[in-house]
């Protein structure tokens, strides 16, 4: 699933294009990708989008009169593309704006599953929408971080992923987070010290602003990760060959002696079947 960085590389690529010109039809869209019907898609036509925002793994895109947001959640296989004046773009895409310049943003969804999702919202509704996210990951600070840890009992992994305690970190991130603070998957969120707070934030926004303009640049996964989907291979830091965990329907990549203290981590779903 596309992160922080992947959507605000998007976010910074789509906002001049999509402003550039009032949008001439909006969709058709797929039943399951398009999630309200009120107001209809139709209520877009002959209006212009402001730009681009985002928040968290979602993007924003207001109308310039300020009376219609239209948000896009991409969620693991949904995928977005600008295609300039006659470019050729998917026969059936999930969803479609054209512009009446003849540009198109359209969103496309790999797979039978339409997990992807596009609202049209009133800004009021929008901001409800996203009234259940917990502030944005980059640039959060210690500070900031430390409450959260301290507030919420939780081994690391999970909490970093918790979209209502943070905004913006997945399962890949969270992997490259914790190799760049030394800390373990399954360390518990109450028991870190104030100097691995330190070290968690500034490897949040260390690793964060690295992704964003790796992938601004238009680097693949394989430039990107260092440890994520890396099993066996070296760690960059030490050579240990990096280890996997499964844990609550994830799976986490890490670096045994960078991380545990050279410890490997038990898939805990299978040491409970056993116990
Ligand atoms: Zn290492």
């Excluded at 605000?8 to 550039?20: K, Q």
């Excluded at 081994?155 to 992923?161: C, G, M, N, S, T």
């Excluded at 994520?228 to 280890?243: D, F, K, S, V, Y």
Aim: glycine share 10%; net charge neutral; hydrophobic share 40%.
């Amino acid at each position: 699933m596309p992160e922080l960085p992947e959507m605000e590389a998007w976010r910074r690529a789509l906002d001049d294009p999509v402003s550039a010109f009032p949008i001439e039809k909006a969709g058709p869209a797929h039943v399951a990708t398009l999630k309200t019907f009120d107001p209809p898609l139709s209520a877009l036509e002959g209006r212009r989008l402001s730009g681009a925002g985002r928040r968290a793994k979602r993007l924003l895109f207001p109308t310039e009169d300020g009376e219609l947001v239209l948000l896009v959640h991409l969620m693991t296989a949904g995928r977005l593309r600008y295609l300039r004046p006659g470019e050729k773009g998917p026969k059936t895409p999930a969803f479609r704006l054209r512009f009446t310049d003849g540009a198109e943003l359209v969103l496309t969804e790999a797979g039978s599953k339409k997990r992807a999702g596009v609202w049209l919202l009133t800004p009021d509704a929008a901001e409800a929408e996203l009234s259940h996210l917990g502030p944005e990951a980059l640039g959060l600070g210690a500070e900031g971080l430390g409450e959260i840890l301290g507030s919420n009992s939780r081994r690391v992994h999970a909490l970093l992923r918790d979209q209502r305690l943070i905004a913006g970190i997945g399962r890949a991130w969270a992997n490259e987070i914790l190799w760049q603070a030394k800390l373990s998957p399954f360390a518990l969120s109450t028991e870190l010290t104030p100097e691995q707070v330190e070290r968690l934030a500034a490897a949040m926004d260390e690793e964060l602003s690295r992704g964003l303009e790796l992938r601004e640049q238009g680097a693949k996964d394989a430039a990107v990760y260092r440890i994520h989907n890396r099993l066996g291979e070296p760690c960059p830091a030490c050579g240990t060959p990096i280890a996997r965990v499964d844990f609550e329907e994830h799976t986490i990549y890490y670096c045994p002696t960078c991380q545990t203290g050279g410890r490997v981590l038990k898939d805990r779903r299978l040491s409970r079947l056993l116990r």
